[in-house]
């Protein structure tokens, strides 16, 4: 395989390698939005079991912000890039900002996608942790520290792509990662498919709500 036609042909992909957790109670799906929603909904459809969003942002480098000098989940749980904060040299005071900025935006995300449905209760669960591919290794590695603190059974990360080196490290991190595609280097998510838009709030919302 040399990439996807789009998210959901992915989706599909990885439904197909995970057919042993399919029609289980014990088993939801949990998308990194917005880009690992629509992975993650035919994910969901195709194994019969529940649908949610685990909201986390990027905190970017100040001068830099496409650059991930670490990222943030719920209750302001955070894990950085030490190599980048190292190389960029940033002072505490100037990475504060960053988090609280990015931390009301996780807040004013969560409110949007989930309205007035309460947070699935995690304990003892398998989780499957879905993005559309991963670079940094950024969000997903916070996403699983604060997965974590709920207790669940097994947390199991499902990605399109990631590189060979940060899949081995997430081998670690997790319980296991699945992903058909291991480039040796992988420079951009995007380059994996032939059509890569960027999801939309609107979109997140109705799926999640189909």
């Known amino acids: 395989m040399e990439g996807y036609i789009d998210r959901s042909e992915a989706g599909s992909v990885l ?12 088993v939801i799906v949990l998308a990194l939005p917005r880009g690992g929603v ?12 529940p649908l949610d969003v685990f909201i986390v942002r990027k905190l970017g480098v100040p001068s830099h912000s496409e650059l991930a000098m670490g990222a943030i989940a719920m209750n302001k749980v955070t894990v950085f890039n030490q190599d980048i904060l190292a190389e960029s040299r940033i002072a505490q005071s100037d990475i504060d900002p960053v988090i609280e900025s990015e931390y009301k935006e996780l807040q004013r995300r969560e409110k949007k996608y989930r309205g007035t449905r309460p947070f699935p209760d995690l304990k003892n669960k398998i989780i499957i942790l879905v993005d559309d591919g991963i670079a940094t290794g950024a969000t997903m590695r916070v996403a699983i520290k604060a997965l974590r603190q709920q207790k669940p059974a ?14 081995q490290q997430f081998l670690e991190l997790a319980d296991k990662i699945i992903s058909p595609l291991l480039p040796e280097y992988l420079f951009a998510v995007g380059q994996w498919y032939e059509s890569f838009p960027q999801t939309t709030d609107e979109e997140v919302i109705a799926l999640l709500n189909k």
């Open 154 to 167: 097994h947390i199991i990360v499902a990605v399109p792509v990631v590189s060979k080196d940060v899949y």
């Open 15 to 26: 439904a197909e390698k995970l057919q042993q957790y399919a029609d289980r109670k014990d």
């Open 38 to 49: 629509p992975v993650a909904y035919e994910i969901a459809k195709k194994l019969h079991v």
